[in-house]
T-cell receptor, first 114, second 112 residues
Framework: NAGVTQTPKFQVLKTGQSMTLQCAQD?????MYWYRQDPGMGLRLIYY???????DKGEVPNGYNVSRLNKREFSLRLESAAPSQTSVYFC?????????????FGNGTRLTVT | SQKIEQNSEALNIQEGKTATLTCNYT??????LQWYRQDPGRGPVFLLL?????KEKRKERLKVTFDTTLKQSLFHITASQPADSATYLC???????????FGQGTTLQVKP
């Protein structure tokens, strides 16, 4: 029973490099989310997908793109990484109405941009 | 804009005492409020959800209150244990938007 799986767990990039963070859930949830967590800033929503085929911006979308590949998978892409994107990235999913149902989180991807 | 405030200073208490954490919000009216626990190096884990028409909700040693007039939720852990040491996050939600916004979290340290 894996829940939400994120890959990779750790990544170091140089400024200007690109990469894609992968997220998959096995709970048949409709909604998926990408958050970043920085010291003193808490969890901030980057993008979310309320259902397969839809994506919307959250609080801090600049510098990121997302793809809802299918119901299970939601990827986050950094086209040209910047040091300000050094953070811990969490993917989450939920099975019902946002706010009214719990989010299930992965264990994060720790990204360092030098 | 919507704002969520949790005590940024760590809360240190003695084992066996009751820990009380506060979540205040402004500029919106959530229909639900969720609490999560986060351990170092791990993702947040859901603990409790309370609805606006529920003044109080309990689960084992946990109790949550929701005061929509004060725009505040209190999270209590009774008979606290060192294993309760973690960061606790609140997340008020309306249920009408596609997103859930979190507070910064309060770190609880329970000393034996």
């Amino acid at each position: 029973n894996a829940g939400v799986t994120q890959t990779p767990k750790f990544q170091v990039l140089k400024t200007g490099q690109s990469m894609t963070l992968q997220c998959a859930q096995d709970m048949n949830h409709n909604s998926m989310y990408w958050y970043r967590q920085d010291p003193g800033m808490g969890l901030r929503l980057i993008y979310y997908s309320a259902s397969e085929g839809t994506t919307d911006k959250g609080e801090v979308p600049n510098g990121y793109n997302v793809s809802r590949l299918n119901k299970r998978e939601f990827s986050l892409r950094l086209e040209s990484a910047a040091p300000s994107q050094t953070s811990v990235y969490f993917c989450a999913s939920s099975g019902g109405k946002v706010g009214a149902t719990p989010l299930h989180f992965g264990n994060g991807t720790r990204l360092t941009v030098t | 804009s919507q704002k969520i405030e949790q005590n940024s200073e760590a809360l240190n208490i003695q084992e066996g005492k009751t820990a009380t954490l506060t979540c205040n919000y402004t500029n919106y009216s959530p229909a639900y409020l969720q609490w999560y626990r986060q351990d170092p190096g791990r993702g947040p884990v859901f603990l409790l959800l309370i609805r606006e028409n529920e003044k109080e909700k309990r689960k084992e040693r946990l109790k949550v209150t929701f005061d929509t007039t004060l725009k505040q939720s209190l999270f209590h852990i009774t008979a606290s244990q060192p294993a309760d040491s973690a960061t606790y996050l609140c997340a008020p939600g309306s249920g009408n938007t596609g997103k859930l916004i979190f507070g910064q979290g309060t770190t609880l340290q329970v000393k034996p």
